[in-house]
């Protein structure tokens, strides 16, 4: 017994090792640099302890504005990406022929580079001195005034950003949610069907039920995801994310760290440590919710 159970953790070891240098380790790092006051990134030398850097940053209009920003990614982009998914694969459930042709077009902006997907976003939304961009073309067309998408209003900024993160993340959830749709057990459908019972509760009643460990799945990947966004952002307003008023809180990390006002790693790791929590908070919230949500 005694031999079984050291070959268990002897075959633990080396994700034990792993997990403890690569997660455990730099999260107490960043603790502690968070805690640091006065930190000097030359000297490694600092004037104390306490909780200065967090006041700093929660004060930070900077920071302040990437909170708002990432929030309201959040709360757009997670629910109507997971919403438009689910439409989007029970249409496909419902088609015989060329299902996996229409798979793999819808999967195909996933496996696509993220700053070209930028890019054409950019040819879209934005105005140049050729063009004022396809969207604002439309628009015109029917008779409306164009707006700048990407320097202009920060509502039509914040419009093409949980656009754009929508259609890079809607393929993903369609893959999972075509999957979950397709390990449904077809004899509840076809006892509900010998009783009458109308498309709309056999949806509400069977297929929800059934799918619902997926699309909580979905829904907490989806919310780490938008927290951790940043890279979408740059491909879309370039690295001046301040100045365009469009950062976020991974954004700003890596502006106190990296950014022209960086090499302050004290700050970064208190505006890290908050951003941990938050995520922490609502997964945990998640997880609560889904005991009496979600069918296992």
């Given at each position: 017994?005694?031999?079984?159970?050291?070959?268990?953790?002897?075959?633990?070891?080396?994700?034990?090792?792993?997990?403890?240098?690569?997660?455990?380790?730099?999260?107490?790092?960043?603790?502690?640099?968070?805690?640091?006051?006065?930190?000097?990134?030359?000297?490694?030398?600092?004037?104390?302890?306490?909780?200065?850097?967090?006041?700093?940053?929660?004060?930070?209009?900077?920071?302040?504005?990437?909170?708002?920003?990432?929030?309201?990614?959040?709360?757009?982009?997670?629910?109507?990406?997971?919403?438009?998914?689910?439409?989007?694969?029970?249409?496909?459930?419902?088609?015989?022929?060329?299902?996996?042709?229409?798979?793999?077009?819808?999967?195909?902006?996933?496996?696509?580079?993220?700053?070209?997907?930028?890019?054409?976003?950019?040819?879209?939304?934005?105005?140049?001195?050729?063009?004022?961009?396809?969207?604002?073309?439309?628009?015109?067309?029917?008779?409306?005034?164009?707006?700048?998408?990407?320097?202009?209003?920060?509502?039509?900024?914040m419009f093409v950003m949980c656009?754009?993160?929508?259609?890079?993340?809607?393929?993903?959830?369609?893959?999972?949610?075509?999957?979950?749709?397709?390990?449904?057990?077809?004899?509840?459908?076809?006892?509900?069907?010998?009783?009458?019972t109308s498309k709309g509760r056999?949806?509400?009643?069977?297929?929800?039920?059934?799918?619902?460990?997926?699309?909580?799945?979905?829904?907490?990947?989806?919310?780490?995801?938008?927290?951790?966004?940043?890279?979408d952002e740059v491909a879309l307003?370039?690295?001046?994310?301040?100045?365009?008023?469009?950062?976020?809180?991974?954004?700003?990390?890596?502006?106190?760290?990296?950014?022209?006002?960086?090499?302050?790693?004290?700050?970064?790791?208190?505006?890290?440590?908050?951003?941990?929590?938050?995520?922490?908070?609502?997964?945990?919230?998640?997880?609560?919710?889904?005991?009496?949500?979600?069918?296992?």
């Amino acid at each position: 017994m005694k031999s079984s159970k050291f070959k268990g953790w002897l075959y633990l070891l080396p994700a034990i090792l792993f997990l403890g240098i690569f997660m455990v380790y730099p999260l107490i790092d960043v603790m502690i640099y968070s805690v640091e006051e006065g930190y000097n990134f030359v000297s490694q030398t600092s004037d104390g302890y306490g909780l200065f850097n967090y006041s700093y940053v929660l004060h930070d209009p900077y920071f302040l504005q990437a909170v708002k920003n990432t929030f309201l990614i959040v709360v757009i982009t997670v629910p109507l990406s997971t919403g438009f998914a689910l439409l989007v694969a029970l249409a496909l459930n419902s088609i015989q022929k060329l299902r996996n042709l229409f798979q793999t077009v819808y999967f195909l902006p996933y496996v696509t580079n993220t700053l070209a997907v930028g890019l054409v976003f950019m040819i879209l939304f934005k105005p140049t001195a050729y063009t004022d961009g396809m969207v604002n073309l439309l628009i015109q067309f029917f008779g409306g005034e164009g707006v700048d998408f990407i320097e202009g209003p920060y509502w039509a900024k914040m419009f093409v950003m949980c656009f754009y993160t929508i259609w890079v993340v809607l393929p993903f959830k369609v893959l999972i949610l075509t999957s979950a749709l397709a390990s449904v057990n077809q004899d509840y459908y076809n006892a509900a069907k010998i009783d009458g019972t109308s498309k709309g509760r056999i949806f509400r009643r069977i297929t929800l039920p059934m799918i619902s460990p997926m699309l909580f799945y979905l829904i907490i990947t989806g919310f780490i995801g938008a927290f951790k966004a940043y890279s979408d952002e740059v491909a879309l307003f370039g690295t001046d994310l301040n100045g365009a008023g469009m950062n976020t809180i991974v954004g700003y990390v890596y502006d106190m760290l990296y950014g022209t006002a960086g090499g302050y790693p004290s700050y970064a790791s208190a505006a890290a440590i908050i951003l941990f929590v938050i995520v922490l908070t609502i997964t945990c919230i998640n997880l609560m919710v889904s005991k009496k949500t979600v069918h296992y």
